[in-house]
């Protein structure tokens, strides 16, 4: 078949005058409009169309979106649950959703209700939405192609078991997640099954338990976002090809607390990131390939801690800047690869001024070892014996593997 | 006993070493605080030099005094006064002049740096009450040294054994007795053979303030149980005034049987 330039000219200006003329239709909602509530508005519009919600309060709840529709809010008008149940559904292609206060999710322990939640649609863009008191914030369910832009999710929750996540994706691919805020929720950003997905720029604190969650996620991009100060810092596990950039994982101090736990982790990049007083900077367990490079750990209880089953990975150009301890190593088998990083308990020296150390450093202390051994031990920490076994250790090992060493240690951290 | 204790304290206020006791931890001090800019990590090293220290300098400093000022206590001895007041009055000379050099000497560079609108107050607070405690008990164990052993370079070498057993050797069998019984609870055992060592007591209650209680693992959260409340804390402080009360006494009782 030819392609006749006109025709496409044709088909071109034919389309983009009914998208212009559909999209131009405006629904208006409030008090004193034709449509009093949401629900009314989207039963009556077409493919297309444009919801303009106008400030004030709409105690909504179960509203099903189940078209291609804009629904955008004047000055945050508020959705009001009252916790009912779920309030929006998303279940049609191509529906943006800008602007809305919504609150008061029903809580439930049979269903997961959620703010806003998207089933099985593409092309989605939930964005300048504020999420409050919510059980789950954003739902995302079997969706693809779609945008989370710029929300604010604060939830209240008390206790792990009745409460939700605030961001989460479930079967859903090619997901962008961006700039967003979360704050006191079960898991700030939770992804299970969800391939392709770029997490970046949010802001994920003080939530219960993890700031950001995942599991048998591939392939998944996590670029500078902060996570501070939650329950148990960030758990990620049995994914493959993950890359985490620059991002800040801080203050996640306690029992049980880490920076990130990376458990079946393979293949993955961990690059620039900041570890910064975390009782654990990573825990590592059965990750194998994965390489760290150019990340600063500081002042951490353990910078690194390696549960066993790790095998070719590579950790170099790392500051370690004043943590307890520098690495936690269970096995007496080492096949990672150390090499110029900058520890600052290095004490070596360096001759002929090439900005690498002359002697190796060891960053497996012997009390270490103990303390891995017999958990209890660990009172001893600080004390004149514990500081002199670790010297005499520092200077012939026997507990430690041998070839856990970086040979070219930095004598200056890097910038 | 009072007067003795005036005399003993001036004597050695004017001597040489309480100068140089004070002036070292005066410079320890400034070197932490103006060369790390950190009032947290600053109290940690703090917290290594006292507990190592202190004991130390109290045991050494104790030794040397009774045996120095040996032929004054028996010209003392020959007048009117009880015996339990000269040791006594001597003990609180020494111990509380080297207190005073510890705490003046701490307190200057961070009263200078600004303590008093940290909040860190109470844990530098916490290590000057360890210091002083420290400066009590070892002092104490040294003249109880120095009275059972006619024999200075014998009294010497007991003393130095005492602080070695104390700060090391004592750390070392806690150890392996921790790993040959590790398939044992052990919490109950960790805590009373922290309570029984002065200087591990001291060391465990300025690591719990430091929040460092979290690295601790599950002990220490037995142990943050036990010394966060009021009553925990109450029985630390009582386990280390026994440790000043016990020695004390036997000087009291030793001293009065004692032939000169």
């Known amino acids: ?415 | 006993m009072l007067k003795i204790l005036k005399y003993s304290f001036f004597d050695l206020i004017r001597s040489r070493w309480s100068y140089v006791y004070f002036l070292f931890y005066l410079g320890l001090g400034s070197v932490l605080l103006f060369l790390n800019n950190d009032l947290a990590k600053a109290i940690i090293t703090l917290m290594n030099v006292i507990t190592i220290l202190v004991p130390l300098i109290g045991t050494v400093f104790g030794v040397m005094y009774y045996y120095n000022s040996k032929e004054f206590t028996e010209l003392l001895l020959a007048q009117p006064i009880k015996r339990s007041s000269i040791f006594i009055g001597q003990y609180l000379g020494v111990s509380l002049s080297l207190a005073m050099s510890l705490i003046i000497g701490l307190g200057i560079p961070f009263a200078l740096y600004g303590l008093f609108q940290s909040n860190e107050i109470w844990d530098f607070g916490l290590l000057l009450i360890n210091g002083l405690f420290l400066t009590l008990i070892f002092t104490a164990l040294a003249f109880n040294i120095a009275l059972y052993n006619e024999n200075k370079i014998k009294g010497f070498s007991y003393a130095i054994l005492l602080w070695l057993f104390m700060a090391v050797i004592y750390d070392g069998l806690f150890l392996m007795t921790l790993i040959a019984f590790q398939s044992y609870p052990l919490d109950g055992f960790s805590l009373v053979a922290t309570m029984s060592n002065p200087i591990d007591l001291s060391r465990i209650l300025i690591l719990l303030k430091l929040d460092i209680s979290a690295l601790l693992g599950y002990t220490g959260a037995v142990f943050q149980k036990f010394f966060g409340t009021g009553l925990g804390l109450l029985v630390s402080i009582l386990a280390l005034s026994l440790w000043v009360v016990l020695p004390t006494l036997n000087m009291y009782r030793k001293s009065r049987k004692k032939d000169f």
């Open chain 1, 1 to 415: 078949m030819r392609n006749n330039p006109l025709h496409i000219i044709f088909f071109v200006l034919y389309f983009l005058g009914t998208t212009l003329a559909t999209a131009q239709k405006e629904i208006k909602v409030c008090d004193t409009c034709t449509f009093t509530s949401l629900k009314q508005a989207i039963a009556s519009a077409v493919s297309g169309d444009t919801i303009l919600v106008k400030p004030g309060t709409y105690k909504e709840y179960n509203v099903v979106i189940d078209k291609p529709l804009t629904i955008k809010g004047e000055k945050f008008p508020v959705i009001d649950g009252e916790d009912k149940g779920e309030i929006i559904r998303i279940m049609a292609d191509n529906v943006t959703i800008d602007g809305l206060f919504v609150m008061n999710v029903g809580t439930s322990y049979t269903s997961d209700h959620a703010a806003i939640r998207v089933v099985r649609s593409e092309n989605f863009l939930i964005q300048n939405v504020v999420l409050e008191k919510l059980f789950f914030g954003i739902y995302i369910e079997k969706s693809n192609n779609g945008r989370v832009y710029h929300n604010k999710v604060i939830g209240d929750a008390q206790d792990e078991y009745n409460s939700g996540n605030g961001i989460q994706l479930w079967y859903s691919n090619h997901v962008v997640v961006e700039q967003n805020i979360v704050q006191k929720v079960r898991d700030g950003i939770y992804l299970e099954f969800s391939d392709n997905i770029l997490i970046k720029d949010n802001v994920s604190t003080n939530n219960l338990r993890y700031g950001l969650h995942f599991m048998f996620s591939n392939d998944d991009v996590y670029k500078n976002n902060t996570f501070e100060n939650n329950g148990a810092g960030v758990a990620v596990m049995f994914s493959k090809r993950i890359k985490m950039h620059q991002n800040t994982f801080k203050k996640n101090w306690g029992m049980a607390s880490f920076g990130v736990l990376l458990k079946e982790i393979n293949d993955a990049e961990i690059k620039e990131n900041v570890f910064e007083e975390n009782t654990v900077g990573i825990n590592i367990e059965g990750s194998n390939r994965i390489v760290y490079s150019g990340n600063n750990f500081i002042r951490n209880g353990y910078a690194i801690k390696v549960l066993g089953a790790c095998y070719e990975n590579t950790f170099e150009k790392n500051n370690f800047l004043y943590n307890s301890f520098d690495l936690s190593y269970n096995s007496k088998i080492n096949d990672n690869v150390f090499r110029n990083n900058y520890w600052s308990g290095y004490t070596g020296y360096d001759l002929n001024k090439d900005g690498v150390g002359d002697v190796p450093f060891r960053p497996v202390k012997l009390f270490s070892y103990v303390v891995n051994k017999t958990p209890e031990t660990i009172i001893l920490m600080r004390s004149l014996f514990i500081d002199l076994i670790d010297f005499s250790e520092k200077v012939s090992p026997v507990f430690t593997p041998d070839n856990l060493q970086d040979a070219t240690p930095k004598m200056t951290p890097f910038q």
